[in-house]
């Protein structure tokens, strides 16, 4: 037996009746409150009879009531007006400050052996989706539910990050927006490097370069700390190490330490010389950048923002002075989708937020539904078990659904779980109990 499965029982009044107390007190729960997540007792604005007395306030539930003691809440306040306590087993008499015994609730007996082994089933499922057996049972409009929950709290967990790199940004929406964008592009092993040189030379810097592809090239190669000594033959490469230096005397820069970067076991076109070389396209086409993004009408607009390629050099380069076979490098359709996803998306979110714009957070979930879905190693478990993303959307919610459920057997937070558990319920009268 263990709290959280207590926990369920009692929020879903999945016990055997009639009710009363460990001393023979008629009990009946009208509320049994809401679950509390944090700190101080279990269940908060419960509402109960006991005999003929109506209680209104917190319950606390234990394996034992013993472990009451154990959990040191005879020495916090917040358990002193405590109005019911439930245990599995009453195993021992818990008093307030007062003296006085707090009433008991013993589930001992009252619990479906059945909804027991459920419960275990899933959460000792050798399946990384405890419920990958049992999933199609649960109506379509249940997951569905479920699922737009789990996206709007995917936004939100990433939002966080945004948060955190706000508040370092002196909130700057637009630098913190850039920072976000250079770090997605150096995935999957340069988005630090990445980052970092976006930390390095700032979007107001470039900004005044917005009309000159070429010196905001020469900014960033020459921060990155890429660009080497030019060869004869290559008069690109030359002119961009000449303007960096100028530019760089000119606003005291400090440029980054070319070991950073990896190219080792990276496809060609995710080299960092040709990411930034996009980036650098990015900040060139675009008249605002956050701007752009958050007037922008339909996602349409969007993906032709970041619709864009490395300069003519890379046409036959995937790295300084090394000639190749020539193609145009553009930014791949799922580099674009990967960057709205990760950084466009979540920092609109957010701004809606602060703002105060349902419309706005009304478009980012338009947005993720309207994008392709991911075909990643979760997406592809969910498939196998006839749960096949459908956008964007869906699959960033099936991703958080099994990082941030399945993973941990959080079964009974899970709306999906919960529904087969409860399938249960109507057959209590003809079950044992434990």
């Excluded at 966080?160 to 976000?180: A, K």
Aim: hydrophobic share 35%.
């Amino acid at each position: 037996m263990n709290e959280n499965f207590l926990f369920y029982v009692w929020k879903f009044r999945l016990y055997d009746l009639p009710l009363q107390t460990t001393t023979d007190e008629e009990l009946k729960v009208i509320s049994p409150g809401r679950h509390n997540l944090d700190s101080g007792p279990d269940f908060s604005y419960a509402r109960i009879v006991i005999g003929d007395t109506t209680w209104a306030g917190n319950v606390e539930i234990h394996v034992n009531a013993s472990d009451w003691e154990k959990h040191k809440h005879q020495n916090d306040p917040a358990y002193d007006n405590i109005i019911l306590h439930v245990v599995y087993n009453s195993d021992k008499n818990i008093t307030r400050p007062d003296g006085s015994e707090i009433p008991v609730f013993e589930l001992k007996g009252r619990i479906d052996t059945g909804l027991w082994e459920k419960y275990m089933n899933l959460v000792n499922s050798i399946s990384k989706i405890p419920c990958a057996n049992s999933i199609r049972q649960v109506p379509e409009l249940i997951r569905d539910a479920w699922l737009d929950r789990m996206m709007v709290e995917r936004l939100e967990v990433k939002s966080q990050r945004v948060l955190d790199r706000l508040e370092q940004n002196q909130n700057n929406w637009l630098e913190t927006l850039y920072q976000f964008i250079a770090r997605d592009l150096g995935s999957p092993v340069n988005s630090l490097p990445m980052e970092l040189l976006a930390r390095a030379t700032p979007y107001g810097l470039l900004a005044r370069y917005r009309d000159d592809l070429f010196r905001i090239e020469a900014l960033l190669y020459g921060q990155s700390g890429l660009l080497p000594d030019p060869d004869g033959n290559e008069e690109y490469v030359r002119e961009l190490k000449e303007t960096y230096e100028f530019l760089s005397a000119k606003h005291e820069l400090n440029k980054m330490d070319p070991v950073s970067w990896k190219f080792m076991r990276l496809r060609p076109p995710h080299f960092p010389t040709l990411r930034i070389s996009q980036l650098s396209a990015i900040i060139h086409q675009s008249r605002h950048l956050f701007a752009d993004i958050i007037e922008a009408d339909s996602i349409k607009d969007v993906l032709k923002l970041l619709s864009v390629h490395a300069s003519t050099y890379w046409d036959t380069h995937y790295r300084f002075g090394k000639p190749g076979k020539e193609s145009i490098k553009s930014l791949g359709k799922d580099s674009i989708h990967r960057l709205i996803i990760n950084s466009i998306l979540p920092i609109t979110w957010i701004y809606a937020g602060f703002i105060m714009n349902r419309d706005l957070k009304s478009k980012c979930l338009a947005w993720m539904e309207e994008l392709h879905p991911e075909d990643n190693r979760i997406t592809r478990e969910w498939k196998e078990i006839g749960v096949e993303a459908r956008s964007a959307g869906h699959s960033q919610a099936l991703i958080h659904l099994y990082d941030e459920y399945c993973i941990s057997k959080k079964c009974l937070n899970c709306n999906i779980g919960t529904h087969l558990l409860n399938n249960q319920k109507n057959d209590l009268q003809n079950s044992t109990f434990l």
